[in-house]
């Protein structure tokens, strides 16, 4: 089973890097990020029955919003930091030229799909630190240190909830609030990658 994971973390890792290196709000950005979540999705299918958990819903999403207002409040100082301004705005332009309720379908289907896939089959597999570690190897493929730092605080607030709920929904919740409001507020921070000096 593991390496099957691998192989399903493989292919989906190089379907994420190769969707956020498209043209921003193309075709084929939307193509290939549906892929991925189609390969999470069929990965922890495959892998057998995931585990829902405590159908608790209040509590996830106030860490989703706990964990916006964290981000938030670093994203302002990245800011003023040449090598994370470029990596978010970079991020964010499929945000500035995509269409609105694509690109919001798409980040929100391919996080639910993560949780799914990372919290799910890949937990039962390997354990909290070993799903994280995963979650963030994976991540590497968009080669965007500023997706790669977030994958691995995110990732870890995630195996906690993991742990602690018995299933994926309750990270599942936190990670589709926590997408849907870095989505809705972090493109006013951060103009077109075009447009940043040294750009």
Do not use: C
């Not at 994420?16 to 189609?38: I, Q």
């Not at 990965?43 to 989703?64: C, E, I, S």
Request: hydrophobic content about 50%; aromatic content about 8%.
């Amino acid at each position: 089973m593991k390496g099957f994971l691998a192989t399903v973390t493989a292919g989906g890792s190089g379907l994420l890097g190769a969707s956020l290196a498209s043209r921003s709000g193309s075709r084929r950005f939307h193509t290939l990020t549906a892929s991925v979540a189609a390969t999470w999705f069929a990965g922890a299918t495959a892998a057998g029955p995931v585990r829902r958990g405590r159908p608790d819903v209040v509590q996830p999403v106030l860490a989703g919003v706990a964990a916006f207002g964290v981000f938030y409040a670093g994203a302002l100082v990245s800011r003023h930091i040449p090598l994370l301004r470029r990596a978010i705005a970079g991020v964010l332009d499929h945000a500035h030229h995509g269409s609105t309720p694509s690109v919001a379908v798409t980040t929100l289907v391919t996080g639910a799909a993560e949780e799914v896939f990372f919290r799910g089959a890949v937990y039962d597999a390997f354990g909290a630190r070993g799903s994280t570690a995963v979650y963030v190897l994976s991540t590497t493929a968009t080669r965007n240190p500023a997706l790669v730092l977030a994958s691995a605080v995110m990732g870890t607030l995630f195996a906690v909830q993991r742990s602690r709920s018995g299933g994926v929904q309750a990270p599942l919740l936190t990670h589709v609030v926590w997408s849907a409001l870095m989505l809705g507020f972090l493109p006013r921070l951060f103009p077109p990658a075009e447009n940043l000096p040294g750009s």
